[in-house]
C-alpha cells in the first residue's frame, strides 16, 4: 500500500497554505466496504479557526487526489485519538474530496 500509519505528505493546498503538510495518523478498514479509511491531520493552516485540523476520515481517493510527495519536515500535528473516537461513537462518514476542499469547508464550520 502506498500509504502508511505515520507517513507526512506534501499536498495540494489552499492558496497561502504551501507549508501545510498532512499526517496519515491511522489506518482502518470500512467494516461494511473493507475500504480503507484514513484518518488525517493537517498542520500549518491559516484559517479563522486555527492552525490545524486535528482530525479528517479521509478516502484512498482523497489522499489520491491531494498528496503530491512524501515529506521529511518535522511538523507538530494534534492528536487525533479524540476526533477519531467521536468520529466512532458518531457513525460517521469519509471525506472523499480533496484535503483543500476538507480544510475550507472547516474555516466554515468549526466542527467539521
Do not use: C
Amino acid at each position: 500500500m502506498r500509504y502508511v500509519e505515520g507517513q507526512v505528505w506534501e499536498y495540494r493546498t489552499r492558496r497561502g497554505e504551501e507549508r501545510s503538510f498532512v499526517k496519515i495518523q491511522r489506518i482502518e478498514a470500512d467494516s461494511q466496504t473493507n475500504a480503507p479509511i484514513f484518518h488525517v491531520s493537517v498542520s500549518g493552516l491559516r484559517g479563522p479557526h486555527g492552525k490545524s485540523l486535528s482530525h479528517a476520515p479521509v478516502s484512498q481517493k482523497t489522499l489520491d487526489l491531494s498528496v503530491t510527495r512524501l515529506s521529511n519536515d518535522k511538523i507538530y500535528f494534534p492528536a487525533a485519538d479524540e476526533g477519531i473516537a467521536e468520529w466512532k461513537q458518531a457513525n460517521g462518514g469519509v471525506y472523499s474530496i480533496t484535503l483543500a476542499e476538507i480544510v475550507e469547508a472547516a474555516d466554515f464550520n468549526p466542527n467539521v
